[in-house]
């Protein structure tokens, strides 16, 4: 037996497929036993790592599920040194509310996902948040709710791997230690896991293929171990359509309302996609 997870977003675009075996969910036959046994030899992962990784895994998940091509990623700097940490955290709470106005004065709906850098050392602070795409002349006033510095706004790309150098960009350690939390609206969507005891297989097939209407993404899909050293399989799911026409539609409609420039990935707080 083993243990299977799936996680669907609410529009059912994507899937993530986890099947792995656990102490308590072992395969009975002996032959079986030893072929998917607890792995004994090899780099065990410290708290902080696990930790990370499901910080970054939540993270993707709800881009995936709440934003798209065209969104607006915002950096937004400091001309002067702020006092501190809690100077910041202000500072970011009227931007936000500023926002949260301007959204209802254009009458859309306002969402975010952003995170403070630098609060406690390694730079000095800046922040990026995500929020929906908006009209032109509504962006032309976003650097105006900003007046502590400079604000550069891109284009989000959209795509699965776009969320995935982001949540990991938000999440990674030299940046998370010295950031705030990451901070998202409640009004997001955050479609849960199901978790389901297989007993009726001894063990799961490593193969990895895609139901009808679905392809894999092979750059977040593996076949390794889980922390705990057992043989685990994921597979991500991606829906078949056309993303290359939508994305380019996207991004264009973009670029026509806002004259911004284009880009695919993150900024990171320098001006470079981040890796």
Same mark, same amino acid.
């Given at each position: ?46 708290? =902080? ?41 202000? =500072? ?91 901070? @998202? ?15 009726? @297989? ?15 993404? =092979? ?57």
């Amino acid at each position: 037996m083993y243990i299977k997870t799936v996680w669907e977003s609410f529009n059912k675009k994507y899937k993530i497929i986890k099947k792995h075996h656990t102490y308590r969910a072992q395969p009975e036959l002996c032959s079986v036993k030893e072929k998917r046994a607890r792995k004994q030899n090899g780099t065990t992962l410290t708290q =902080d790592e696990i930790n990370a990784r499901l910080r970054s895994e939540r993270t993707e998940k709800l881009l995936l599920e709440n934003f798209e091509a065209g969104d607006c990623y915002l950096t937004c700097t400091y001309k002067e040194t702020p006092e501190g940490p809690e100077a910041v955290k202000n =500072d970011w709470k009227n931007f936000r509310d500023r926002l949260k106005r301007l959204f209802k004065r254009i009458g859309q709906k306002f969402k975010y996902v952003y995170i403070l850098e630098n609060l406690y050392g390694g730079g000095r602070p800046h922040g990026h948040i995500l929020i929906p795409a908006i009209p032109r002349e509504a962006v032309k006033k976003i650097k105006h709710l900003w007046p502590y510095g400079n604000v550069e706004i891109k284009a989000y790309g959209g795509e699965v791997l776009d969320a995935h150098r982001l949540a990991k960009y938000f999440t990674k350690e030299k940046v998370y230690k010295n950031s705030s939390t990451i901070q @998202s609206s409640r009004n997001l969507i955050r479609s849960g896991e199901k978790k389901k005891l297989i007993t009726r @297989s001894e063990t799961f097939d490593e193969r990895m293929t895609a139901p009808q209407g679905y392809h894999i993404v =092979d750059e977040l899909s593996y076949s390794g171990y889980t922390e705990e050293g057992y043989p685990i399989v994921k597979i991500f799911l991606e829906k078949d359509e056309d993303n290359d026409r939508k994305r380019l539609f996207a991004a264009n409609n973009f670029l026509e309302k806002t004259k911004f420039k284009y880009a695919v990935g993150p900024s990171g707080g320098g001006g470079k996609r981040s890796r």
